[in-house]
């Protein structure tokens, strides 16, 4: 039996150098850093006055000799033993709960990745000096000892307190990188959106070289917005607050024992302290669609650890051996987006140790993830196949009342009477970003989408027909009615609008009085609102107003269909009277015709009249949200139109299935039975989607319109489509109803169909047979 | 200009709202940028640019923000000018600046304080001496009223950089600048100072942050 004999095991002082290898990039390397102030702040909970870090990267034109980075903190300080703890690999004060710091490796491993050089200088209010302590990687490697010289720097007044961490001698490629004027934008914009929540709620200040790091704030839907699914009213934001039973962590290695335990159930050892865990936040609805921006952000201690995550929108099986199957966005046909957000608070999930995820095979994450998604699937419908439990979570309510994206108070996304506005929605986020003043609330979203069910539209009757345009119906009441009908509105109205009372000559209207009248007679045209820039003409901020029943006339009293008013730069206001004969009865497009004389003016203002008036349309024209004529948009348009005509024909279909099944023909059941294939990936059986009625959702356009020819009346007076059907009783009458519908239809069925050439008449005609159809859809269509 | 006849409470109103939201925006740390959006905003907004609105046309708006309670906001900070009272947070004054330049023990002489740069007498016995002080950024203008100082006077000036949180100063620029100091015979202090809340604030207290 010899006796136990050891080798020293101690690493090479080189190791720490070593840790700069780690892959980091500049922005977490800087947040690690951050992240040792923010967790100070929190623990010192209050008592610093203005919790404050100011961060300096050097400037391009700095000389990489003298160039340093410098993390500035008005945090407690420290003493002398708290700063040689806090620069020494692996020690961590705290365990690995309750702070933001990366079980002591974070300082060591971000320090030596940017330079070879750090210096740590800190103080206490009340000590008489600043501590000095200095990191020389190489000096460290080279001699045998860990040891770092400190030293002792009188302060200019006790007061002071705080941390500074200096990085020199920064390595070439990381120096070379971080000098870019481009580089620091893009860290700026990170760290504005990882730290958001500390910085926007806890009042928290972080600068980068002196100027303010701006949280990066959500542009979501008030929670007071509501949409309406089966009766029941649904919120655009839906909270989240969980408190779990408390549980010990072990300050030794993250896990959590029970309550009762006395040792960690993992490691065995007895550093156990009673936390409490709680999951909390909220989730809700983007004011505007993205094709990656979207998803939810998981916070720990108020730092997001994963932004704009994705995985609640996936539906595992428990026995997690299928594949995930995608769950949201699948409404949004070719290019999937999505709009569902939020911020969930999880302070007590392990994060790993790049702070980017979490452990995800922890009891605790698949918690947090369950709380907010629940385990069924989120669609109703697969979840029910499944022989699942209705999914109650707050996604799955969201995802009931917000999963589609039809433009309109229904899904709350804005229109204009024709199409969503979704790239207009994506301009105004980027404005309330900018911090632009009325878009901060989402008005200017909800009156798009309220536009939308209210559609700008050419007056088809001119209202007050037998009055004088812009007169109240008090005018008839007067014994001197205008003898010639001529409408001068603006002469004999009172300031106030009202009639002037008998044997006064009214005041006249003002050019101010005069607008507003027509604002409040207008509706606003949310497609064409909004900033416009030309090179060589400057910007406008346009207002376009759709007004009703009143005469335009301009600054000196010309009657036209169209007039603009600049009401102080850059804002501009053009009218449009939607009741004028040269769009009622011409056919000309009011939009168009707006933008001719927004172009005037411009050409005008800029006193660059040689420029064609045409082009200058052309290129504001560009600027707007008007779907583009192409046959890629329409066809999209018409996909999107016939899929919800598809899915609400099942309610009537299944009321009797085998009598439509048995419309189509054999070529027309394959195709049906192909596509339930590829989209339903399988999970019932075919022959119970043909009996249940759910088959009418996979078949071509030509059935559709075959089955709603055949019996009309399963599908007419508001069950699918508004027009009425079953009140008629002349066969003529009916036949023609049936055709005015299954016109257009027949354009939507051949563009899914076939992919013919088209020229701009042939899209034309389709696009106005979308909206024909829009039109048409019942509302719980 | 048409705004002068701003009556006296609403244009008291006015000031506050305007200072209150430049500190709650940390005014000091935006770009120019962000600066001029904010001019934009405050003109938009119905509580400034609204009431304004009425006493004259919008340019003339725009520049009595920018001239009036703008330009005086650093100042207001440092507790001079007229305009102190309104805002939220400030530094201690000049007091502190002299303790940091010249230790205890000396005081600041009455009236002596004045602006462009920041400046005043420290006084101590039958001894007076010049304090300036300003950000980094205004070294080249200290140093030039210091010289000027220096070379009628027996004592030695003593310029104070003042750092806030939020900000700070590189080593290379500090070497600089104690180079150039000891060249040009004056004593330079770097002093980082912390905001306290305006013991002389006219505005309602529960608004601002704490």
């Given at each position: 039996m010899t006796e136990s004999q050891y080798i020293n095991v101690t690493p090479h002082p080189r190791i720490l150098g070593v840790l700069g290898d780690i892959e980091f990039s500049h922005w977490q390397c800087l947040a690690e850093l951050i992240d040792n102030s923010f967790d100070e702040f929190q623990a010192a909970a209050g008592t610093v006055d203005r919790p404050s870090v100011a961060v300096s990267l050097p400037p391009a034109n700095s000389q990489r000799a003298t160039a340093e980075i410098k993390v500035q903190d008005n945090g407690r300080g420290m003493s002398l033993e708290a700063v040689t703890n806090a620069i020494s690999a692996g020690w961590t004060s705290n365990g690995r709960h309750g702070s933001l710091g990366l079980f002591g490796m974070g300082f060591n491993i971000s320090t030596a990745r940017l330079g070879r050089c750090t210096t740590v200088r800190t103080s206490r209010a009340g000590d008489p000096d600043w501590i000095e302590v200095t990191l020389d990687l190489t000096r460290i490697a080279n001699s045998a000892e860990y040891q770092a010289p400190y030293r002792l720097m009188p302060k200019a007044s006790r007061d002071e307190h705080g941390t500074t961490v200096t990085i020199s001698e920064l390595k070439q490629e990381q120096y070379a990188t971080l000098c870019r004027p481009q580089t620091q934008t893009v860290i700026r914009e990170k760290l504005g959106d990882v730290y958001s929540y500390l910085l926007a709620e806890k009042g928290f200040l972080l600068t980068l070289n002196s100027k303010k790091v701006r949280p990066r704030l959500p542009c979501v839907w008030d929670e007071k917005r509501t949409v309406t699914r089966q009766g029941v009213e649904i919120h655009a934001v839906q909270r989240v607050d969980r408190v779990l039973s408390t549980k010990n962590a072990c300050m030794a290695c993250g896990y959590w024992s029970t309550a009762d335990a006395e040792r960690c159930e993992e490691c065995g050892q007895d550093r156990l302290e009673l936390r409490e865990r709680r999951i909390w936040g909220w989730i809700g609805i983007q004011r505007y669609l993205h094709r990656t921006d979207y998803g939810l952000d998981f916070l720990r201690n108020g730092r997001k650890i994963m932004l704009k995550d994705k995985r609640a929108f996936y539906w595992e099986d428990?026995?997690?051996?299928a594949e995930a199957e995608l769950e949201y966005p699948i409404d949004s046909g070719a290019v999937p987006m999505g709009r569902i957000v939020g911020e969930i608070h999880c302070d007590h999930v392990t994060p790993n140790y790049q702070k980017?995820?979490?452990?995800?095979?922890?009891a605790e994450w698949r918690h947090a993830l369950r709380e907010v998604r629940g385990t069924s699937p989120l669609r109703p419908k697969i979840a029910k196949n499944l022989g699942l439990p209705e999914n109650r979570s707050p996604l799955a309510l969201l995802y009931a009342g917000f999963r589609r994206q039809d433009p309109g108070l229904n899904y709350l996304i804005p229109g204009d009477g024709r199409n969503a506005l979704h790239e207009t929605a994506a301009k105004w986020a980027g404005l309330m970003r900018k911090g632009g003043y009325e878009y901060q609330t989402d008005e200017v979203w909800y009156r798009a989408a309220h536009q939308h069910d209210n559609p700008i539209a050419v007056d088809p009757q001119p209202e007050n027909d037998d009055i004088l345009p812009g007169f109240g119906a008090g005018l008839l009441d007067l014994d001197d009615e205008p003898e010639d009908g001529a409408a001068t509105g603006a002469t004999s109205m009172t300031a106030t609008g009202q009639e002037p009372p008998e044997g006064e000559v009214a005041p006249a209207e003002t050019l101010d009085q005069r607008l507003q009248r027509y604002r409040d007679n207008a509706d606003l045209i949310v497609d064409l609102t909004g900033p416009y820039y030309l090179e060589e003409l400057g910007r406008v901020d346009l207002t376009a107003w759709a007004v009703r029943g009143q005469n335009l006339v301009t600054k000196d009293e010309r009657p036209a269909p169209a007039i603009v008013s600049m009401v102080r730069a850059p804002h501009l206001d053009v009218f449009v009277d939607t009741g004028h004969s040269l769009f009622r009865e011409h056919g000309a497009d009011l939009r168009d015709l707006a933008l001719v004389e927004v172009a005037e003016f411009m050409r005008v203002r800029a006193n660059i009249v040689s420029m064609p008036l045409s082009e200058i349309v052309a290129q504001l024209k560009s600027h707007t949200s008007s779907p583009r004529l192409t046959p890629a948009a329409t066809a999209e348009e018409s996909e999107r139109l016939l899929e919800q005509v598809r899915m609400a024909m099942v309610a009537p279909v299944s009321a009797n299935p085998a009598v439509h099944w048995l419309l189509l023909t054999k070529d027309e059941r394959a195709d049906a039975e192909r596509r339930f294939a590829v989209e339903a990936g399988g999970t019932s059986p075919w022959n119970d989607t043909i009996s249940s009625g759910e088959f009418i959702r996979y078949v071509p356009a030509s059935a559709v319109i075959r089955i709603v020819q055949d019996s009309p009346e399963s599908f007419l007076d508001g069950c699918v489509f508004k027009r009425g059907y079953i009140a008629l009783s002349d066969p003529g009458a009916r036949a023609l109803v049936v055709e005015r519908l299954i016109n257009p239809l027949g354009d939507l069925a051949l563009l899914e169909q076939h992919r013919p050439r088209l020229d701009v008449e042939e899209l034309s005609r389709i696009r106005i047979s979308c909206r024909l159809i829009a039109r048409d859809l019942a509302d719980n269509a | 200009m048409a705004l002068q006849h701003l009556p006296a409470p609403i244009r008291e109103r006015l000031l506050i709202e305007i200072y209150q939201q430049a500190n709650d925006m940390d005014w000091e740390f935006l770009s120019n940028t962000e600066k001029t959006n904010q001019y934009r905003r405050w003109i938009e907004d119905p509580k400034v640019g609204g009431v304004l609105l009425a006493y004259g046309p919008e340019k003339d708006a725009r520049v009595w923000i920018k001239d009036v309670p703008m330009k005086e906001y650093a100042r207001a900070q440092e507790g001079i000018g007229n305009y102190v009272r309104y805002a939220v947070n400030r530094f201690q004054g000049p007091a502190e600046i002299v303790r940091a330049a010249c230790g205890s023990g000396w005081t600041i002489k009455p009236d002596s304080v004045g602006e462009k740069p920041n400046h005043c007498y420290a006084v101590a016995g039958d001894a007076t001496r010049y304090v300036c002080w300003g950000r980094a950024a205004n070294f080249r203008d200290l140093v030039w009223a210091a010289l000027n100082e220096a070379i009628d006077s027996t004592e030695r000036p003593a310029i104070v950089i003042t750092t806030r949180n939020g900000e700070t100063v590189s080593t290379a620029e500090h070497t600089r600048q104690d180079r150039l100091a000891l060249r040009c015979g004056a004593d330079l202090r770097y002093l980082h100072r912390e905001m306290v809340p305006n013991p002389d604030y006219l505005g309602a207290t529960d608004g601002s942050r704490s």
């Open positions: 428990e026995d997690g051996i980017t995820a979490f452990e995800f095979d922890t | -």
